[in-house]
């Protein structure tokens, strides 16, 4: 158990419809990281947070967005969701300092149909 | 721009021999170095990292890798694979800069035959 908490585990919408996906990050952790992993595209960067400010962005949809609270849990909104999101997504949380190891989540799969 | 290659989308080993899964990365500046492992229908798991000092890092379940500078390799390594091993490996590169961004590689499907 790496201590990083997602919910809900499975998730299953219709296109059109916005999702929200829920990370508790590990005790002491500042930091969460966001990524969307597909069987096309492996394991992409969407948002990093760091003690509730972003910090860096990857390849994340505007029709995507995230933020962290100030209890450090961080949720991932979905919104106008289309087929090809569908994929595991997983939060990872770590402490500050570039050169600390992420611990992930155990994902949610979040099925479009 | 950092990126990380993992070359190889697949390796086979036999039970008993080494295993080596292998990782280039770029980066501007030095560089952190991380492989994880990822079970099916699990999250990835951290197996080691290398920061600054001896270039060969050992880490979890026997495994250790091996960061070389001047070809921008940190392959992983393990002198002996079990049939546990078969698994999805990840490197990962974070710049030794402002940059926070942790990439991963595409990732290397191992499979160990007993």
């Known amino acids: 158990d790496s201590g990083v908490t997602q919910t809900p585990k499975h998730l299953i919408t219709a296109t059109g419809q916005r999702v929200t996906l829920r990370c508790s990050p590990r005790s002491g952790d500042l930091s969460v990281y966001w990524y969307q992993q597909s069987l096309d595209q492996g394991l992409q960067f969407l948002i990093q947070y760091y003690n509730g400010e972003e910090r860096a962005k990857g390849n994340i949809l505007e029709r995507f967005s995230a933020q962290q609270f100030p209890d450090l849990h961080s949720e991932l909104n979905l919104s106008s969701l289309e087929l090809g999101d569908s994929a595991l997504y997983f939060c990872a949380s770590s402490q500050s300092g570039q050169n600390t190891e992420a611990f992930f989540g155990q994902g949610t799969r979040l099925t479009v149909v | 721009a950092q990126s990380v290659a993992q070359p190889e989308d697949q390796v086979n080993v036999a039970e008993g021999n080494p295993l080596t899964v292998k990782c280039t990365y770029s980066v501007s500046g030095n560089p952190y170095l991380f492989w994880y492992v990822q079970y099916p229908n699990r999250g990835l798991q951290f197996l080691l990292k290398?920061?600054?000092?001896?270039?060969l890092v050992k880490g979890s379940y026997g495994f250790e890798a091996e960061f070389n500078k001047s070809q921008t390799s940190f392959h992983l390594k393990k002198p002996s694979a079990l049939v546990s091993d078969s698994a999805l490996y990840f490197c990962a590169v974070r710049a030794y800069s402002n940059d926070y961004k942790l990439s991963f590689g595409a990732g290397t499907t191992v499979t160990v035959r007993a």
């Open positions: 290398y920061i600054t000092g001896d270039n």
